[in-house]
């Protein structure tokens, strides 16, 4: 079975703090992907990653960072967290290859106070 | 840039009855196209993935179609029950291999 894990499924942080949120897959998946979900916004695209070392923005990058020093996980940072950062982060994975699926975690819900 | 669109953004049907969710795209040169399924609070269940090269799918009582000339997927439900209730959002992956969402459907089955 596909799995991606991502670390914390509830976490409270307070405003300004630098948050760090993991993402790992154990399929060997180039693609990895971060999303927020916000209700009425559907899933925005924050970073994606098709490698080590690699990061490219998405619809949303100001306030995040992201790194991927191994392949198998995908870190996103809030490098100063704010009220407005308070959602639901969905992690991904996938192959590099047409047509195959991108596999889910089951969700950080962040709040930040 | 590419961009999915759900219609509606959300529904109330009274279980038993048949349904059509649309989900349109701006930009054909896609890889494939993916419905989920998401309750409240909880992460993405997969519904059916359809390949670039592929018209539809089916499981159960879902089928799913692509039309990527005219940028168009259906998802259909035939005789809705109450367990249905969800979001349901479309996906797809462009030619960039970027994963791109629609904002969802709420669907309400009325007992």
């Known amino acids: 079975d596909v799995k991606v894990t991502q670390s914390s499924r509830y976490l409270v942080k307070r405003t300004g703090e630098k948050v760090f949120l ?3 897959q154990d399929m060997d998946h180039e693609n990895m992907f971060w999303y927020r979900q916000d209700p009425g916004l559907g899933l925005r695209l924050i970073y994606f990653s098709y490698d080590v070392k690699m990061k490219e923005k998405g ?3 100001e306030g995040y960072s992201v790194s991927r020093e191994k392949k198998e996980r995908f870190s996103l940072i ?3 967290a704010s009220t407005n950062q308070t959602s639901m982060y969905l992690c991904a ?3 590099l290859t047409e047509g195959r699926e991108p596999f889910f975690g089951q969700g950080t819900r962040l709040t930040v106070v | 840039k590419q961009e999915v669109t759900q219609i509606p953004a959300a529904l109330s ?3 038993g009855e048949n349904l059509v969710l649309n989900c349109s795209f701006t930009d054909s040169a896609i890889y494939n196209l993916q419905w989920f399924r998401q309750d409240p ?3 993405l269940t997969s519904l ?3 390949q670039s090269s592929q018209r539809e799918q089916t499981s159960g009582r879902l089928n799913a179609s692509l039309d990527k000339s005219s940028g168009r997927s259906t998802l259909y439900i035939a005789a809705s029950q109450p367990g249905d209730s ?3 959002l479309c996906a797809l992956m462009d030619s960039s291999y970027k994963l791109i969402f629609g904002s969802g459907t709420r669907l309400l089955v009325r007992p």
């Open chain 1, 59 to 61: 619809d949303i990058p």
């Open chain 1, 93 to 95: 994975s996938s192959f």
């Open chain 1, 78 to 80: 809030l490098e100063s």
């Open chain 2, 86 to 88: 969800a979001t349901y």
């Open chain 2, 41 to 43: 609070g909880k992460g």
């Open chain 2, 48 to 50: 059916l993935l359809i």
């Open chain 2, 13 to 15: 049907v009274p279980e």
């Open chain 1, 22 to 24: 993991e993402c790992v």
